[in-house]
């Protein structure tokens, strides 16, 4: 099987950062797109940044300009490296990715992470 282990969760001062790492591992043979969400309380789960195998990054619009996502095709990993955090960043953050197996080949299909927490407060 596949699982998605995130970290690198945490509290922070509000101007802070935080690197959050996802590490993918099982019986992988294809990655698709790797990316973050995040789900806040009392909200719905939305995306925050998502990059493609091909490089292509997607980036909601409250995060542009402060946080990078980046990825390492050979290991199976992500990073969302946060910047400039604000209040309304804290949030669970979710690990996803699209991952084809030698079991699901062709398909590609959806796995996440448990989640990390993110507080950003004084």
């Known amino acids: 099987q596949v699982q998605l282990v995130e970290s690198g969760g945490g509290l922070v001062q509000p101007g802070g950062s935080l690197r959050l790492s996802c590490a993918a591992s099982?019986?992988?043979?294809?990655?698709?797109?790797m990316g973050w969400y995040r789900q806040a309380p009392g909200k719905e789960r939305e995306l925050v940044a998502r990059?493609?195998?091909?490089?292509?990054?997607d980036y909601a619009d409250s995060v542009k300009g402060r946080f990078s996502i980046s990825r390492d095709n050979a290991r199976n990993t992500a990073a969302l490296q946060m910047n400039s955090l604000k209040p309304e960043d804290t949030a669970v953050y979710y690990c996803s990715a699209k991952i084809r197996t030698r079991i699901t080949n062709p398909l590609f299909v959806d796995y996440w992470g448990q989640g990390t927490h993110v507080t950003v407060s004084l």
């Open positions: 990059i493609f195998s091909t490089g292509n990054m």
């Open positions: 099982g019986d992988i043979f294809d990655i698709n797109v």
